[in-house]
Structure formats: structure tokens, C-alpha cells
């Protein structure tokens, strides 16, 4: 069974910043990819950014510039720094990774950008 727990999330004025952590438990041997994705209230789920096995970073448009994806293998762990944050970049943030045995997602962590 693999769980992941992410954290960072809360309340920032626009232009502050914000770090997000995706943690991973369980029987992991092979990771092909993690990620980040949002979902704002009464909105699709939306992808963010993600870090492929051989470390290639992508990014959506949207987010390019501001945020970097990042990981620590020995840790499980993937990261989101979040940068100039804007108020439509309030949602509630999810991570993804995509193992041989499947995909799995975090349960979310909620981040508000208002003043």
C-alpha cells in the first residue's frame, strides 16, 4: 500500500510564497513520475507541474516562472516552491505519483492567495 502526504499548504498574501511537501509511504521500488496538480472551487482538477524519472521538470503555463518542482529520492518526497503567488492560484493542491504498480494521490492541501 503507498500513501502520500502532502503539507505546506495556507494562507499567503499575493506575491508571498509558499513550499509544498508530498511525502510517500509503503512499497515504492520504482518511481516514473511525481507531480502537482490543483483544483479551485466549481473547476476541473488541473495539472501543475511534474518531474519525470530521469529528472526532465515540466510546467503549465500558468505557473511557469514562479514555480519549481523538486524531489528527494531518499526521502520519497517531492516539492512545490510556489513563488509570486496570485490570487487565482488559490485551490487545493494535490500530488500524484506514478509508480509501476499504479497511480496514487495525496489526499490535498489547501493553499489561499488573498490580502
Known amino acids: 500500500q503507498v500513501q502520500l502526504v502532502e503539507s505546506g499548504g495556507g494562507l499567503v498574501q499575493p506575491g508571498g510564497s509558499l513550499r509544498l511537501s508530498c511525502a510517500a509511504s509503503?512499497?515504492?521500488?520504482?518511481?516514473?513520475?511525481m507531480g502537482w496538480y490543483r483544483q479551485a472551487p466549481g473547476k476541473q482538477r488541473e495539472w501543475v507541474a511534474s518531474?519525470?524519472?530521469?529528472?526532465?521538470?515540466i510546467y503549465a503555463e500558468s505557473v511557469k516562472g514562479r514555480f519549481t518542482i523538486s524531489r528527494d529520492n531518499a526521502k520519497k518526497t517531492v516539492y512545490l516552491q510556489m513563488n509570486s503567488l496570485k490570487p487565482e492560484d488559490t485551490a487545493n493542491y494535490y500530488c500524484?505519483?506514478?509508480?509501476?504498480?499504479?497511480?496514487?494521490w495525496g489526499q490535498g492541501t489547501q493553499v489561499t492567495v488573498s490580502s
Open positions: 518531474i519525470l524519472s530521469d529528472g526532465t521538470k
Open positions: 500524484k505519483m506514478v509508480l509501476t504498480t499504479g497511480a496514487y
Open positions: 509503503g512499497s515504492i521500488f520504482s518511481i516514473n513520475s
